[in-house]
């Protein structure tokens, strides 16, 4: 896995809220039998026309959002689905962390296993980001995980929850897979009692 | 004495197979589902590392998502589809893993064939890389959606790494009115606790009113458990538990179901214990509902009208109702009864078992499918279909002017060519109301089999205790 160590970047601002795992990828691009090339199907719906012209309004659509690596969404990103497509398509796009007020469970689970960084900031935060968004859409800010911190502009710092484990296995790059295999021993010991 | 516990912590506590400070505990898994959509690219994982399937007999395989309902002896015309299908033999064969293929007669959706076998049983953890994995919870077992990567974690290791969920307890209490069903109560709960309310929690679902359910009925009830944000949800096993499960192929048999019925007789909540959250609902108050916007949690009665946006103080809940009326078609204050509808689906994971057809029937009887509507209905599985024709239901549906199709995923996720096209209003048995989730641009109401069955008849949103 990719590790995560800092991050500085503009934002794409999408402000809805309950952003689903079908808007993120919708279900017709989930016969693919790898994992590449989601990043041009992200937000498929939102983002192209029937016929496959890129649809103005949408943010991705904006050259002025070219480029930024950080998505910040509305409150529950991620609700629906476990497809792990989802993640897949935004770190195939190119985002590297995704800021909200709250993430559906299994989709942050699946972000944390590819490199993707779910940060979970307060309302207030999260309106005063949109703000930056819109307004200053060249503002950067700096995603730092070691200190779980996402320094605006103009000095104001905000920490960020994430559980040690998830924190040291993004900071490392380490897979998660490669730590369970080291239980072998017990996993041995509980199937022989059970 | 020991402290009082919940169905949910008996069933963890008892798969931890280590838990490390400061880390998610490893919690060993009895029941591995696999499909088609969400597994390729994680035995993919396992050829590239070398790694076997640690325990292929506790992991079962099947198809649903991406294949046809149509004549099966068509060829399957997707391309995609036809490689994705054809991975998961590939991939079921190199690492000796039971499938219920194409061919099989127990072939159908993998949240329904999964208890109609027996293999879904109270007290298990039970995983699978989909979503409404929440519909074993029925059983009292601990079961939940895991992404591709845990997909291959449990593969290799027939563990995962999970953090302890909080525990949300929803009481039903009363007796569901007639015409009132399952999907009623889910619905109901989802409207009031919206679609992140159960994020976090693991729901166990409690009092009179569940108690009174089939397994069929609590299946719906679980199935829907994510969409309230809750990745599992729970219902103690009872004698209702007991007798759906006796009997099944892979159900204990002899000495070994004797014994499995006093551990599962074991399982129910203690009195007393704590859950970190709860919340009641009156059965005897609800009605059949209908969702009119675009997340399962945009829900209401059948007989109300649409919510106002500019009822709503919240500015950004305020924005994401205007954008869902908008993307419905749909004015603020308008009642759904009478809307006109272009399809109507019966079937999914939520609602495509023997029982939601016979209710289907029921109202289908001796009745025609509404001039220029669609209806489909897709049975759950090869099983489901074969009960169905047993019964006569296939040929009430046909003769009502519905299509008969085979088993599988179908118009629920749209992938396999079932879909609506764009502007339709479909009333969906299913479980998602997501933009474009049945075809893009379809509008979906979400609904129980009677409402849908009601639709079918008038062509339009229908209160279907008018016509029971």
């Not at chain 1, 590297?96 to 989709?107: G, K, L």
């Not at chain 2, 551990?263 to 970190?276: E, I, Y």
């Amino acid at each position: 896995m990719a590790s995560f160590t800092t991050l500085t970047s503009r934002l794409v601002p999408l402000p809805v809220n309950d952003v689903d795992t079908d808007q993120i990828i919708p279900a017709r691009f989930l016969k693919a039998t790898d994992k590449n090339g989601m990043g041009d199907n992200l937000f498929a719906d939102w983002r192209y026309n029937a016929d496959g012209s890129p649809k103005p309004g949408f943010v991705l659509n904006d050259p002025k959002y070219n480029g930024a690596q950080i998505l910040l969404a509305g409150d529950n990103f991620g609700c629906g689905s476990s497809r792990e497509h989802a993640p897949w398509a935004l770190t195939g796009y190119g985002f590297r962390a995704v800021i909200s007020t709250s993430f559906a469970d299994i989709f942050r689970n699946n972000a944390l296993k590819n490199g993707l960084l779910p940060i979970t900031v307060d309302a207030q935060t999260h309106r005063d980001l949109f703000d930056l968004a819109e307004e200053s859409p060249q503002a950067e800010v700096g995603v730092d995980l070691a200190s779980q911190t996402v320094a605006l502009p103009g000095g104001k710092t905000v920490t960020f929850p994430i559980d040690g484990f998830s924190k040291t296995c993004l900071l490392k790059g380490t897979d998660e897979l490669g730590y369970l295999l080291s239980f072998e021993k017990q996993i041995v010991e509980y199937e022989l009692n059970h | 004495m020991t402290q009082p516990q919940t169905l949910f912590e008996k069933i963890w506590n008892a798969h931890i197979v280590a838990e490390e400070p400061d880390s998610p505990a490893v919690l060993y898994i009895d029941l591995h589902l696999v499909h088609e959509v969400t597994s390729p690219q994680a035995f993919t994982g396992l050829r590239q590392r070398g790694l076997k399937v640690r325990r292929p007999e506790k992991t079962v395989a099947t198809m649903d998502h991406s294949t046809p309902t149509h004549d099966p002896s068509l060829p399957i015309l997707d391309a995609l589809a036809a490689k994705q299908i054809a991975q998961m033999e590939t991939n079921a064969r190199d690492f000796g893993i039971r499938l219920y293929g194409m061919n099989s007669a127990h072939r159908g959706i993998v949240h329904v064939i999964g208890p109609e076998l027996g293999f879904t049983q109270p007290g298990m953890t039970i995983v699978c890389g989909d979503s409404h994995t929440s519909t074993h919870g029925a059983f009292g077992a601990l079961a939940f959606g895991i992404g591709t990567s845990e997909v291959e974690m449990v593969l290799a290791t027939q563990c995962l790494l999970q953090r302890k969920p909080k525990t949300y307890d929803v009481r039903v209490e009363g007796q569901l009115r007639k015409g009132v069903s399952s999907k009623d109560i889910i619905l109901a709960l989802i409207a009031r606790i919206g679609v992140g309310g159960g994020t976090g929690h693991v729901i166990e679902y409690r009092g009179p009113a569940i108690r009174a359910l089939s397994m069929e009925q609590r299946m719906t009830i679980c199935n829907m458990s994510i969409e309230g944000g809750a990745r599992a949800g729970m219902i103690a096993p009872d004698d209702i538990t007991i007798e759906y499960v006796s009997g099944r192929e892979y159900a204990p048999k002899g000495k070994a179901w004797e014994e499995a019925v006093s551990r599962w007789k074991r399982l129910p909540t203690d009195d007393g214990a704590a859950f970190d959250q709860s919340i009641t609902i009156d059965a005897d108050d609800l009605v059949p509902m209908i969702t009119y916007g675009t997340n399962p949690g945009m829900g209401m009665r059948v007989t109300d009208s649409v919510p106002d946006p500019d009822r709503v103080s919240d500015p950004s809940q305020k924005l994401a109702l205007s954008k869902a009326l908008n993307y419905m078609g749909l004015q603020p204050g308008q009642p759904l009864l009478g809307h006109p509808v272009d399809v109507v689906f019966i079937g999914s994971c939520t609602n495509s078992r023997i029982s939601d057809l016979r209710l289907a029937a029921s109202l289908l009887k001796d009745r025609k499918v509404a001039p220029g509507l669609r209806v489909m209905v897709v049975p759950g599985s090869q099983e489901v279909k074969r009960q169905a024709e047993a019964e006569g239901l296939d040929k009430i549906f046909r003769q009502a002017g519905a299509e008969w199709r085979e088993a599988g995923c179908s118009m629920c996720i749209a992938m396999n060519g079932d879909q609506i096209q764009p502007g339709q209003y479909a009333v969906s048995t299913s479980n998602r109301n997501f933009e474009g989730r049945q075809g893009p641009g379809g509008r979906t109401f979400l609904a129980s089999p009677l409402t849908a069955a009601a639709a079918a008849i008038t062509g339009k949103v229908t209160d279907a205790r008018t016509l029971i």
